[in-house]
């Protein structure tokens, strides 16, 4: 029932795109997908901060563009993102839909040696500034720091998730950009899959154990009934 898709897009906002043309083709989908080069996303209708400012960024080579979701920004360049389209169901609730979605990325990570566990506080916020430096409703953590964040929004026959692994560390060029403290923040709350796992993890690897956890863990549960 899953169409899985590994696809890179030229630019920051192809990527954003085809995630929008995903949702609104409502087939249950699993995609993952590096960026070709560093990049800021914000939250759907985010207020972005100063320091985000497109021209000024486009000089470091870095991109800035809207997710179709919301959560807070988020940087590109050193991690693996993922999408996930849902057809909207009467039986299926939100919280099922998401207790699936990080239970698999969770199992994947934990096959590739950490020991990642995901969060379910609804109480926190739904504005957040900095998607790695702050709680949020679903995430992966580690050692209460954060690995994987999410970001959900509904569409008129589908859901749409996306998602963003840190695999290494943020790009060195957001250290010339950010203000000091936000970098700073991101080094101190936020973990990457490698510095987790204590070695390098071949990009293969990683996607190909991700997308085996994917099918295992949806296929053994009522969620797979598409």
């Known amino acids: 029932a899953w169409q899985i898709v590994v696809a890179d897009q030229d630019s920051a906002a192809a990527q954003m795109a085809m995630d929008e043309a995903l949702a609104r083709a409502a087939r249950a989908t699993f995609r993952l997908f590096r960026w070709k080069r560093p990049a800021v996303s914000l939250g759907f209708k985010q207020r972005p901060p100063a320091w985000v400012e497109p021209e000024a960024l486009a000089r470091h080579g870095i991109e800035v563009v809207e997710r179709p979701t919301g959560g807070g920004i988020a940087v590109h360049g050193s991690d693996l993102s993922c999408s996930v389209v849902v057809p909207q169901e009467p039986r299926r609730t939100l919280a099922s839909l998401m207790e699936g979605v990080c239970e698999a990325l969770a199992q994947g990570v934990r096959e590739l040696g950490v020991s990642a566990e995901w969060t379910r ?49 943020v790009p060195a060029v957001f250290a010339q950009v950010m203000p000091a403290e936000v970098f700073e923040a991101f080094q101190a709350r936020a973990i990457t899959l490698e510095g987790a796992a204590g070695r390098l993890i071949d990009e293969e690897e990683l996607l190909t154990t991700l997308i085996g956890a994917w099918r295992r863990t949806w296929s053994t549960s009522s969620r797979d009934a598409l």
Not at 128 to 143: D, R
Not at 146 to 162: D, E, F, N, P, V
């Open 121 to 169: 506080d609804v109480g926190q916020p739904s504005r957040i500034a900095y998607c790695l430096t702050e709680p949020s409703p679903y995430a992966l953590m580690v050692a209460q720091r954060k690995l994987c964040g999410l970001a959900i929004r509904r569409y008129q026959t589908s859901w749409l998730i996306q998602g963003s692994l840190l695999v290494s560390a």
